[in-house]
Nanobody
Framework: VQLQASGGGSVQAGDSLRLSCAVSGRTSSLYAVGWFRQAPGKEREFVAAITWKGGAPYYANSLKGRFNISRDNAKSTVYLQVFSLEPEDTAVYYC?????????????????WGRGTLVTVSS
C-alpha cells in the first residue's frame, strides 16, 4: 500500500484546509486509513482514522469538533478537513494505514506511511 498526503500550505488562523491522502496498491485488503500530525519538537499525534469499506470515523478526543475525516473509494482518497485553524495546528500531517485490522491511535499500529504535508498556521 502506498499513500501520499497533499494539500498543506501556509494559512491564517481561522482558515479551513482540506488535506488529501491518495491511496494506491492493495486497497482491496485495506482496513483503515489514519491521519497523524507531528509538530516541531513533539511526538507524532493521532488525529483521526476512517475504515476503508464502512467509512466509520474515529477522532482523537482532544481534537473533536474541528476535524472531519471522509473517504472517496472511487478516487482511492481519504480527506481530512480542518476548520478554524489555530497556530497550534502547525505540523507535518501524515496519512498511514495498518497492515491488518484496527490499529488504534498509536503510530506503532500503522505499517504504511506516506510522505507528510506541511501545514503552517500564522496568527
Amino acid at each position: 500500500v502506498q499513500l501520499q498526503a497533499s494539500g498543506g500550505g501556509s494559512v491564517q488562523a481561522g482558515d479551513s484546509l482540506r488535506l488529501s491522502c491518495a491511496v494506491s496498491g492493495r486497497t482491496s485488503s485495506l482496513y483503515a486509513v489514519g491521519w497523524f500530525r507531528q509538530a516541531p519538537g513533539k511526538e507524532r499525534e493521532f488525529v483521526a482514522a476512517i475504515t476503508w469499506k464502512g467509512g466509520a470515523p474515529y477522532y482523537a478526543n482532544s481534537l473533536k469538533g474541528r476535524f472531519n475525516i471522509s473517504r472517496d473509494n472511487a478516487k482511492s482518497t481519504v480527506y481530512l478537513q480542518v476548520f478554524s485553524l489555530e497556530p497550534e495546528d502547525t505540523a507535518v500531517y501524515y496519512c498511514a494505514a495498518p497492515e491488518g485490522g484496527f490499529a488504534g491511535a498509536t503510530p506503532q499500529g500503522y505499517d504504511y506511511w506516506g510522505r507528510g504535508t506541511l501545514v503552517t498556521v500564522s496568527s
